[in-house]
């Protein structure tokens, strides 16, 4: 597998933490002088800004929900506009329960996109039982590349036809453009085995339909094919559509402080998953998940000041899995790999993605805004061409 470095991005965001964030934040980041007055600093969140000026916050509850209008842009939705949230709720004793939540979204974008998501992590009373869900519905439009790091550039200016897995094709920009609907249903429960340490099973049901490949024309002298194409064809798969359903075993250590918004500790992750024909799997096929996070503080009076680590790798062990199943750049369960690229960029039988991000407050004193700059890169095979 070639390594290659995708991006170094330097790229501050600006954004607004919702309610729930607050309960990651566990000490004052302002030191106290006794000798003088200070003023008094706290970290807030939108609650605070919408309550009435001299009147008392209420006391904290178990369960806190934000609702939001949901408008951005960026290069995989183009504009998109609608509403998503968050729920947080303890489901025991804050002093022995972790925090759960779920989040949600429906939304309409500026490629003709629908999507809607609800992703759930959820602990049980003593953190005896973890549930995490990724349920989901897409009408999605993107374009693929082919497979590997090697794939043709997402630019005007590629100039040439390239030959993979031995059919010709030409294309000017690079992509090429499908269509299709989605619906993903992964869900894996977690029973504690010690402090931090948890064991479980999981099923996971990917289906894609409606496949409809745009530059795919297989009634032109010469046929214009695509990769999807071909490499469905080279596999067994049906073009127009293909499912990929089946169970795991999954290993998890958690020591982070805080599910939403950690400060330090420690994630690590391992699933392996057996994907067979008597579950609905279109073939049989095994594949293996690793993924680790952690964070190092920068300033024990501002502890929003840190640096966070990701790093994932999606590897296939046995069989074939279809083309829009392979692990791609932003296909992660929060989309959050490959900022700045297209997603579906880049994809690959194996993959392997890492990422570090400098994290600081920019309101000092509330902490309500803040900022981030990170790097990341990515490496993807395509074992048809030894890459």
């Not at 972790?98 to 049980?124: C, E, M």
């Not at 805080?258 to 400060?263: A, E, K, Q, R």
Request: charged share 20%.
């Amino acid at each position: 597998m070639k390594i290659k470095l995708l991006n170094t991005v330097f790229l501050l965001m600006i954004f607004t933490y919702g309610s729930i964030i607050s309960y990651g934040q566990t000490s004052d980041p302002i030191s106290k002088d006794s000798t003088k007055p200070t003023k008094i600093c706290e970290p807030k969140d939108i609650r605070d800004l919408l309550r009435k000026k001299g009147k008392p916050p209420k006391p904290q509850k178990q369960t806190s929900l934000l609702i939001l209008p949901n408008i951005s842009s960026n290069p995989t939705n183009g504009f998109l506009m609608g509403v998503g949230g968050n729920l947080a709720v303890y489901f025991g004793p804050k002093e022995s329960t972790r925090i759960s939540f779920a989040g949600f979204s429906i939304a309409v974008t500026s490629k003709k996109q629908f999507l809607s998501f609800l992703k759930t992590n959820i602990y049980t009373k003593d953190n005896k039982l973890f549930l995490k869900g990724d349920l989901r519905y897409y009408h999605f439009r993107l374009p693929t590349y082919g497979l590997g790091t090697n794939s043709p550039p997402d630019s005007t200016d590629y100039d040439g036809g390239w030959i993979w897995q031995g059919a010709d094709t030409k294309d000017t920009e690079g992509g090429y453009p499908m269509l299709y609907d989605n619906i993903r249903f992964h869900e894996v429960a977690y029973i504690k085995i010690n402090s931090g340490f948890y064991g479980g099973i999981g099923y996971h049901l990917d289906y894609f339909w409606k496949i409809v490949d745009s530059k795919l024309k297989l009634d032109t002298l010469p046929k214009q094919i695509t990769p999807h194409f071909v490499y469905s064809k080279v596999h067994g798969f049906n073009t127009d559509n293909y499912i990929l359903s089946g169970l795991s075993i999954n290993f998890m250590y958690d020591s982070r402080d805080n599910l939403i918004n950690p400060y330090k500790g420690y994630f690590a992750n391992i699933s392996y998953r057996i994907n067979q024909t008597w579950l609905g799997s279109d073939q049989n096929a095994s594949s293996l998940w690793l993924e680790f996070r952690t964070y190092i503080g920068l300033s024990k009076k501002m502890p929003r000041h840190l640096i966070a680590f990701w790093t994932f790798g999606n590897f296939q062990l046995t069989g074939e899995r279809p083309y829009l199943t392979l692990m791609a750049l932003g296909e992660d369960q929060r989309a959050r790999s490959g900022r700045g690229y297209v997603g579906g960029r880049f994809r690959g039988e194996d993959y392997v993605y890492a990422e570090a991000e400098y994290r600081f407050p920019i309101s000092q004193c509330s902490e309500l805004i803040g900022g981030v700059i990170f790097v990341n890169m990515n490496t993807a095979s395509n074992r048809a061409t030894n890459v």
